[in-house]
């Protein structure tokens, strides 16, 4: 007998959507991962792009904690993920940056380190954030600021989130010749590399079925 069913209703029955509890540990890991990213990069007098680059910008220019930069920064863009993405992706991001700008400080107090090689620091933190950022996007939330801006592109022009932000990121790298040595720049440009190649190679609509 033959099947009539549309295909689009057969590709429906494959998404699956995650439970309240998967959501929940997807935020705590995945913030948790961010914040680890975190203090590798604070460690070793690092950046990366996003509100966290221009938070460390600020925190290495004026002194101002981390933490309270990351959390007033994003403050402007919830109105767009509002608008945009709407009342649940935004609650979920604010959640996120609260969690991250609270861990941030945290972290350091819990871990500490004898040795840590700037190149293992760039690589390595980066990827550790790339992974804790996955973890919140496929969860339907983000760290705000660039984060709303990527995902709102990706779902209304189909560009890949992680390309948008490899570009602002690189703008916010480029900005931090001004205020950190060189050769940290190029360890960051590394760093942000490892970062979006995380995002742009597995935050991909037509290969994860996850919901929320």
Same mark, same amino acid.
């Given at each position: ?23 929940? !540990? ?6 948790? &991962?961010?914040? !680890? ?11 990366? $792009? ?11 220019? @004026? ?11 994003? @403050?402007?863009?919830?109105? @767009?993920?509002?608008?945009?993405? /709407? ?11 609260? @969690?991250?700008? =609270?861990?941030?400080? !945290? ?22 954030? /790339?992974?804790?950022?996955? &973890?919140?996007? %496929?969860? %339907? ?11 709102? =592109? ?5 560009? %890949? ?8 990121? $690189? ?17 960051? +440009?590394?760093?942000? !590399?490892?970062?979006?190649? +995380?995002?742009?190679?597995?935050? %991909?609509?037509?290969?994860? &079925?996850?919901?929320?």
């Amino acid at each position: 007998m033959q099947d009539n069913t549309p295909a689009v209703d057969t590709v429906a029955k494959v998404f699956v959507r995650h439970p309240l509890w998967e959501d929940g !540990l997807a935020m705590i890991s995945g913030t948790a &991962m961010v914040a !680890l990213g975190i203090a590798f990069y604070a460690h070793a007098g690092l950046l990366t $792009g996003g509100m966290v680059g221009l938070a460390f910008l600020l925190k290495y220019q @004026l002194g101002v904690p981390f933490g309270l930069m990351f959390f007033l920064l994003n @403050l402007p863009f919830y109105a @767009l993920g509002i608008w945009r993405m /709407g009342w649940s992706f935004t609650l979920r991001t604010g959640c996120a940056v609260a @969690l991250v700008s =609270v861990l941030a400080e !945290l972290t350091p107090t819990w871990i500490s380190f004898n040795h840590l090689s700037p190149l293992y620091a760039a690589v390595f933190g980066g990827l550790a954030m /790339g992974l804790g950022l996955l &973890m919140l996007f %496929r969860h %339907r939330a983000s760290l705000g600021g660039v984060n709303i801006l990527a995902l709102f =592109v990706q779902e209304r022009f189909g560009v %890949r989130a992680g390309l948008v932000q490899m570009g602002v990121d $690189g703008l916010i790298v480029a900005a931090s010749l001004f205020v950190i040595a060189p050769e940290k720049v190029a360890l960051s +440009v590394l760093g942000a !590399l490892a970062l979006n190649m +995380v995002l742009a190679i597995n935050h %991909r609509s037509d290969r994860y &079925m996850g919901v929320s």
